[in-house]
């Protein structure tokens, strides 16, 4: 089953009720997508809940699924949907605004991986919300070009755009960082 592409791996859940079609692309892409939630929202909990409610909505709205499209491209659209949502129920129950991360000194330990996501997240959060998805989808997600921009409903140009600027923020963010932190980060 697993020579089967995504799109014939919906078909077959959707025709025939396979449930073992749609736990191959559960499994293909439940921590991928956790992730790119959890970059998103910066917490890698809630990523991995909003993951799961995707692919719950994923199981009960299969039938609006077109075969002829990209199931990864549906997948990603469904969740950054489900994200945004979350932001949404989020800003209702809190009064709070949204602050730039804090960054102490003593957090960073430059020979712990946890440290370094940690500090990888604290610089994606300085970008602003377009490209830092952006990023994310290319980077850690590595879709391409073209499915970013049907995942974000762009242009490529615009994908480009973004990514070109995204980096050239992050650049100047790092040294910023590494002269603030002399050289620690």
């Known amino acids: 089953m697993n020579h089967l592409t995504d799109e014939e791996l919906m078909t077959q859940f959707l025709d025939r009720n396979n449930t073992k079609a749609f736990e191959v692309l559960y499994h293909k892409y439940f921590v991928m997508l956790a992730k790119y939630l959890g970059w998103l929202s910066g917490n890698m909990e809630l990523g991995k809940d ?10 009960h709205k299969s039938y609006v699924f077109n075969t002829k499209k990209s199931f990864k491209v549906w997948l990603y659209v469904i969740a950054k949907n489900n994200w945004l949502n979350e932001q949404r129920k989020l800003d209702r129950y809190t009064n709070e605004e949204n602050t730039e991360p804090s960054i102490e000194e003593d957090v960073f330990d430059t020979n712990n991986e946890a ?3 940690q500090r990888m997240n604290v610089v994606l959060n300085t970008l602003s919300e377009l490209h830092r998805e952006t990023f994310v989808l290319k980077y850690l997600d590595n879709l391409s070009i073209q499915e970013i921009a049907e995942t974000m409903d762009c242009s490529e140009g615009t994908v480009k755009s973004r990514l070109f600027y995204a ?16 050289g620690k980060f």
């Open 115 to 117: 440290d370094q996501l």
């Open 167 to 182: 980096m050239k923020n992050m650049r100047s963010k790092m040294k910023e960082f590494k002269t603030e932190y002399n």
């Open 50 to 59: 909003i993951a799961q409610s995707t692919f719950l909505k994923v199981l």
